[in-house]
């Protein structure tokens, strides 16, 4: 068994522990992805400090308030059991880059990638990289990540209109398992953000806000 399988099932004992003992464990840390080729990776930056709060409150975590930077090709990515990436522009990963991005995702981390608009081109053929012999799929409504705490019968809240298109979320799944969801034309991460950013209506907030916890929560329970 190498290191990095090791890592992620000391860290799933201690999610799985009991509550009273839960308490008392080290405070869980988010990473948001920082990746070459000029695209935004820094975009929304009130998103995750507040889905943290959210996922503390309702979900009974103990995360850090602040997702803490880190690069896709740095080794610090495994610290992490959960990162987020999100962007409206260029992505590029070095061969380098895309095969410690696998190895973190196969030895039991998971990425959310969250189309901020725009990123949707660029994504898909970097994500190849990382898994030539693999296609994204769209998980059906029955998925399990739609039904955790909040339950979604239809699938993802659509959050802001671009397009007209219905939001999808699609996923990568290795030897069985879901490693990556990638939420498409539904801008999650901006309904995530301070009211004051987009405006956006509360029950909107609250349904990104919601849906980004099952995605948390199913990441944290689905090794």
């Known amino acids: 068994m190498n290191h990095e399988k090791i890592v992620w099932i000391v860290w799933l004992l201690c999610f799985t522990l009991a509550p009273g003992l839960r308490a008392q464990k080290a405070t869980l840390r988010l990473g948001k992805l920082k990746y070459n080729g000029g695209g935004d990776w820094y975009a929304n930056k009130t998103s995750l400090p507040n889905l943290i709060q959210f996922c503390n409150r309702n979900l009974g975590l103990n995360l850090a308030p602040e997702a803490e930077i880190v690069e896709v090709g740095s080794p610090d990515i495994f610290a992490y059991p959960f990162i987020h990436m999100t962007g409206h522009g260029n992505v590029v990963f070095s061969e380098a880059e895309a095969e410690n991005l696998r190895r973190y995702l196969i030895s039991g981390g998971f990425l959310h990638i969250d189309d901020n608009y725009g990123l949707d081109k660029f ?3 970097e994500m ?7 296609e994204w799929v769209e998980l059906p409504f029955s998925h399990p990540i739609y039904h955790q ?3 979604f019968p239809n699938g993802l809240p659509k959050i802001h209109e671009h397009d007209g298109k219905p939001p999808q979320g699609f996923g990568i799944v290795y030897e069985g398992r879901l490693v990556c969801f990638y939420s498409y034309e539904c801008d999650l991460g901006n309904g995530w953000e301070d009211p004051s950013v987009h405006g956006d209506p509360e029950p909107v907030r609250q349904k990104a806000l919601q849906m980004g916890a099952n995605i948390l929560s199913y990441a944290f329970t689905s090794y």
Not at 128 to 134: A, D, G, Q, R, W
């Open 123 to 125: 994504i898909r053929p």
């Open 149 to 151: 705490k909040f339950d």
């Open 128 to 134: 190849k990289k990382v898994f030539p012999e693999l």
